[in-house]
């Protein structure tokens, strides 16, 4: 059986193929089915049901660009692509394709369920916000999926920002200009980023204004239209700054905010907006929260067992 699908654009091609066809390769091996794509037809060949799902897929993804691109609502996914597998049984997260990005010559991947259902995650919604203790990938996830979107010019520009507070202690009047004094507080995220591109790439990328890395307090009055918006130690956010922050999401833009509420440096009395957004956006839809634990810390084995640690003593 075969059957066509017509598409009205290149523009439009481009989105339902993905940036390197990888759209077009998942389908097929999914539905076990042949596709080619020429001059805006997408001809899909296979078994009558197998075509079926397939068509199915694609046209729900065709659905979703016309009307716009909203990738996070959970409705618009086709049904298609969360059936098993003709001819088989349903396996566990059947559904979902493993995510990985090549970056620096190493592969960057999930190394436990929560991380690929975080990954996930970042593909389907436009606001995802990580919770869980250090060393679970939040950021550097998060990082490797932005860099991959700029790579492949889904986003025009990457966005890092944290809040400039000190980690329990005062580091009294630092000297320097204003870059000299805001930059210690950013380090981590320039490691992070310097981890996974050339530190000459990184710097042009910088230089050009492709990659910002800002302090919180740069992000007001701003829209950050078309960008990959990473918001590190979000638990260091006032209810104020956290607020400020989600509402600076513009078009074709998306927001990962990542943090650990166990580890909270705000001054006594502040609360963490990052603690009230679980209150206040839990039933939003288009935001996705993920929570990340002890076993899905990536560091050395010590840290798991730190972690527990401090969770055994505070239960007291």
Known sequence: MEKIIKLDSDEEAISLYGSLDERLRFAEEK????????????????SKENVRQAAEFFNAELERIREGGSRHSESKISKAAQAPHPGGQAAEGSQKTPLSYF???KV??????????????????????SIGPAGTGKTYL???????????????????????????????F?????YAKINPYLRPLYDALY???????????????????????????????????????????THEQMKMFLTRLGFSSRTIVTGDITQIDLPSGKRSGLV???????????????????KDVVRHK?????????????KK
């Open 103 to 105: 970056h620096k010559g």
């Open 195 to 237: 981890d996974m591109m050339d530190f000459d790439e990184a710097t042009r990328h910088l230089q050009r204004g492709l990659i910002e890395v800002a302090p919180l307090a740069y992000m007001r009055g701003r829209t950050l239209n078309d960008s990959f918006v990473i918001l590190d130690e979000g638990q260091n956010c």
């Open 31 to 46: 539905f076990k089915v042949r596709i080619s794509a020429r001059n805006h037809r997408l001809v899909i060949s296979g």
């Open 174 to 178: 630092l000297p320097g200009d204003l």
């Open 142 to 172: 998060a990082m490797a999926t932005a860099i991959d979107a700029l790579k492949r010019k889904r986003v025009t520009r990457i966005i890092l920002t944290r809040p400039a507070v000190e980690a329990g202690e005062s580091l009294g």
């Open 302 to 314: 010590l840290v798991q067992d730190v972690i527990k640690a401090y969770e055994r003593h505070e």
């Open 276 to 294: 009230e957004i679980q209150t206040i956006l839990h039933d939003v839809e288009g935001i996705k929260f993920c929570y990340l634990d002890e």
């Open 108 to 129: 960057i991947k999930a190394k436990s369920k929560n991380q690929e259902n975080y990954l996930q995650a970042i593909q389907q919604y436009d606001i995802v916000i």
